[in-house]
């Protein structure tokens, strides 16, 4: 598949702690809204390389690029382009939901005045208006989900990370989750996601598979299927991770 508009671009990145090489010369680009799986066994270095994509550590070598920035020299930009969200959903919850939206959107750089258009706009597509005002842990986890998710796109990122997202929620959240991912894709925001669930690993353009600091596989669902003689993406994981 051609990138046109590439956002993320990895060449060759290794990240190395001793001995020890959590990131073997990866080699990946991702492009302009596109929906890219980032998937591996618990240990296979999807973390550290997420935390070298977010700007939060740097690569021992190899020439990486998020959003036209470097990770190496410009750090801070890159957290100023990017969104994140972990399984934790990373939202205050002594705050109310209003309060969530009106913290994130000015660590962000957000006016006041947009920070009230985009909360009134993403609540309004939840359908959550009339929850502004309610303290966080009195929200139903699902719904906590969605906000945190909303929370992570208010100021308009070129790229949002999610890191095991629908961890612990319904499969009928899990797919209206999705249908959010897929929404802001069409916006033209690009979704990295890192998922175990590997019926979601459909849901993506296209997935990447690491195996012990390594990624082994990268293509299409459809065509990583087909390449391995599989009839599921967890019949293909196995396959990889078995070797």
Not at 203 to 216: A, L, N, T
């Amino acid at each position: 598949m051609e990138i046109n508009q590439p956002i993320i671009v990895a060449e060759n990145l290794v990240k190395r702690f001793g001995s020890f090489v959590a990131n073997d010369h990866l080699t990946f680009t991702v492009g302009k809204g596109e929906i890219f799986g980032f998937l591996g066994a618990n240990g296979a270095g999807k973390t550290t390389a997420m935390r070298i994509l977010c700007g939060l550590s740097s690569p021992t070598s190899g020439k990486v690029t998020v959003a036209g920035f470097n990770v190496y020299t410009q750090t801070e930009k890159i957290k100023r382009n990017i969104g994140y969200m972990s399984q934790k959903f990373s939202l205050y919850d002594d705050l109310t939901v209003w309060e969530n939206f009106q913290f994130y959107g000015g660590i962000y750089g957000l006016s006041a005045k947009k920070i009230q258009e985009r909360t009134d706009e993403l609540l309004g597509r939840l359908g959550l208006q009339e929850e502004k005002n309610r303290i966080l842990k009195d929200i139903p986890l699902g719904w906590k989900q969605k906000l945190a998710f909303s929370v992570a796109v208010i100021h308009h990122p070129s790229i949002v990370f999610l890191d095991e997202p629908t961890g612990g929620v319904d499969p009928i959240t899990r797919r209206q989750f999705w249908e959010m991912i897929y929404e802001t894709a069409r916006e033209g925001i690009t979704v990295f996601v890192t998922t175990h669930y590997m019926d979601e690993a459909e849901y993506c353009q296209r997935v990447s598979i690491m195996v012990d600091g390594k990624i082994v596989a990268l293509d299409t669902p459809a065509k990583l299927k087909q390449t391995y003689l599989a009839t599921s993406m967890e019949e293909v994981f196995l396959k990889l991770a078995r070797g």
